[in-house]
T-cell receptor
Framework: GQNIDQPTEMTATEGAIVQINCTYQTSGFNGLFWYQQHAGEAPTFLSY??LDGLEEKGRFSSFLSRSKGYSYLLLKELQMKDSASYLC??????????WGAGTKLIIKP | DGGITQSPKYLFRKEGQNVTLSCEQN?????MYWYRQDPGQGLRLIYYSQIVNDFQKGDIAEGYSVSREKKESFPLTVTSAQKNPTAFYLC?????????????FGAGSRLTVL
């Protein structure tokens, strides 16, 4: 079966750095997405990786290793507004999105 | 501003009733989707549509129905056949279904069965 694994919850301190990991086992691979979702709101797109390596976008970076079935989202200079759930999703060989359950990130002052 | 509008935001339903959730987009996107989100689980695809007058079942289509009569609109009906309909429902759209297919989501509709 197809599977996406992410930690359920993480806690970090304002101003610090946090890394949220995502491992996947899917039927084929056509890209990996990260979305941010504040409680009770719509998910919003953060990043897309289809080739190995690091993609940097401001305070957020996303890394992909296709051979290891592994990605991480790196958040720097954490702010209170970064408290949210972070969803990892992989597009399989049929261009269907497989979603992880999400990682709830709690930022403490 | 372009976006996706879902309504209602909150909905209560008695058992045995059908309810319809509205989803409208003004992004000129071809593809539209309905997802269900339950605590501790990933988003699960209910139905999707790539063009007007055509739609495909997702992973959990049983007990749901959709229509796509206009490009802008993709309503979801939760029928009485859906055994456990209490959930957060998300509508999304995109320019296509392959490649760097970034989804734009609506704000969601929370359905509670009494």
């Amino acid at each position: 079966g197809q599977n996406i694994d992410q930690p359920t919850e993480m806690t970090a301190t304002e101003g610090a750095i946090v890394q949220i990991n995502c491992t996947y086992q899917t039927s084929g691979f056509n890209g990996l997405f990260w979305y941010q979702q504040h409680a009770g709101e719509a998910p919003t797109f953060l990043s897309y990786n289809v080739l190995d390596g690091l993609e940097e976008k401001g305070r957020f970076s996303s890394f992909l290793s296709r051979s290891k079935g592994y990605s991480y989202l790196l958040l720097k200079e954490l702010q209170m507004k970064d408290s949210a759930s972070y969803l990892c999703a992989v597009m399989d060989s049929n261009y269907q999105l497989i979603w992880g359950a999400g990682t709830k990130l709690i930022i403490k002052p | 501003d372009g976006g996706i509008t879902q309504s209602p935001k909150y909905l209560f339903r008695k058992e045995g009733q059908n309810v319809t959730l509205s989803c409208e987009q003004n992004l000129n996107h071809d593809a539209m989707y309905w997802y269900r989100q339950d605590p501790g689980q990933g988003l699960r695809l209910i139905y999707y549509s790539q063009i007007v007058n055509d739609f495909q079942k997702g992973d959990i289509a049983e007990g749901y129905s959709v229509s796509r009569e206009k490009k802008e609109s993709f309503p979801l009906t939760v029928t009485s056949a859906q055994k456990n309909p209490t959930a957060f429902y998300l509508c999304a759209s995109s320019t296509g279904v392959s490649g760097a297919n970034v989804l734009t989501f609506g704000a969601g509709s929370r359905l509670t069965v009494l």
